[in-house]
């Protein structure tokens, strides 16, 4: 099915045409720069600029893919998880958009969505062929850290763990903002850990104590390490030594690394399932995807990381989940569905 696909669940707009599995636009408009004074996403001018790019943004998919609305054989969105009112920008455009042309409506999950990119053809980043099920997959990026099964992506999704509080992201830009590094905290942090010791100091990783492991075996949580840097850099400030800079962003960036690999391959190797699948902006880490690739590698678990384009929030994983949906034979969702701010992981069609 021809697909168009809207994503506005972030401050990325993203509009994506796909047919089947095969990719034919994949256009983005970020507001980051917009929310970068204020050292993270502004949900209200994040709404706001969905509503000022998205006309522009679907007719440039349309000339990119060379086609026309009236060729299109569904409308699909974002219904959640994400921010409210940016949700709602895209939910509304995408059912004006069904209605005025008459074409089925389907309201996707964000999360599934991350994993239905990897099925458009493309050449993984990381990995070979098809993506094959069952896989583990690991999300990551400014407001997500969620572990996931995947057994079929239209109809077997089951949530493993996430965050109990920031976001892996999120975490890289707090801590970047703690070192007097601009927004968005990843890069930078990437940058400046390039001339650092990750072994320089040991940060905390967070719920891998046996009592913590019992309750929390796949979750996740990066506060306490936000703290801990804190405390770190404030102890040089109070001794008027520099802080270092390098060290920190090193360490901490092998802490979060470290954390979210052994999470991720604990659940390949207590399920039995052999592959893991990395998706989310926080991909883009250098040190994620090496130490990823090494420690698949040694623990006999087959990695896939689709092209950075796919991994970060777009419309094409939205038009490609939904053209899933469709070939599956599910009906269109009701054009009573709203945004929903907290849409469960299995909920894959609202
Ligand atoms: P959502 O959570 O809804 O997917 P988002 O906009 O927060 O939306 P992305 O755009 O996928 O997510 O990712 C942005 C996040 O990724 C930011 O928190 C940013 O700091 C982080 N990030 C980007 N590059 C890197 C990097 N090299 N290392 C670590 N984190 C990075
Ligand atoms: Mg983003
Ligand atoms: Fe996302």
């Given at each position: ?32 720069d ?43 969105v ?21 209605v ?7 309201a ?15 050449e ?8 094959e ?58 940058r ?28 996740f ?89 796919l ?16 070939a ?20 894959i069609?609202?």
């Open positions: 099915a021809l697909v168009l696909g809207i994503e506005t669940s972030c401050d990325e707009t993203g509009i994506g045409i796909v047919r089947g599995t095969e990719l034919l636009a994949n256009v983005i408009a970020s507001s980051m917009e929310h970068a004074r204020y050292g993270g996403v502004v949900p209200e001018i994040a709404a706001r600029a969905h509503l000022e790019a998205l006309t522009p943004t679907i007719e440039e998919a349309l000339r990119v893919a060379g086609v026309r609305l009236a060729d299109l054989d569904a409308v699909a974002t219904s959640g998880p994400g921010l409210a009112g940016a949700l709602m920008v895209g939910v509304g455009a995408a059912k004006a958009l069904a005025a042309t008459g074409k089925p409506f389907y996707v999950n964000h999360l599934v969505g991350h994993v239905g990119a990897d099925l458009l053809n493309h993984p980043l990381v990995g070979e062929g098809e993506l099920l069952p896989t583990i997959a690991l999300l990551v990026s400014g407001g997500h850290t969620s572990l996931l099964l995947v057994r079929d992506l239209v109809s077997d999704v089951e949530l493993l763990g996430e965050t109990i509080d920031d976001a892996a992201g999120e975490a890289f830009d707090k801590v970047a903002r703690l070192l007097g590094l601009p927004y968005p905290g990843g890069p930078e942090i990437d400046a850990a390039a001339a650092g010791d990750p072994t320089a100091i040991r940060f905390p990783r967070g719920l891998t104590a046996p009592k913590d492991l019992e309750r929390h075996r796949y979750d949580s990066f506060s306490g390490l936000k703290t801990a840097v804190a405390r770190h850099v404030e102890a040089a400030v109070a001794a008027g030594e520099p802080v270092p800079v390098a060290d920190v962003a090193a360490s901490f960036r092998e802490a979060v690394v470290d954390v979210l690999l052994t999470k991720a391959l604990a659940a390949c190797r207590d399920l039995g399932v052999p592959r893991l699948l990395l998706g989310g902006g926080v991909v883009a880490n250098r040190r994620l995807r090496e130490a990823a690739v090494e420690r698949c590698a040694d623990a006999g678990v087959a990695l896939r990381i689709p092209p950075l384009s991994c970060t929030d777009n419309g094409a994983m939205i038009a490609s989940l939904a053209a899933q949906l469709i599956a034979g599910h009906p269109p969702s009701s054009l009573g569905v709203g945004a929903d701010s907290t849409l469960p992981v299995t909920e069609q609202a």
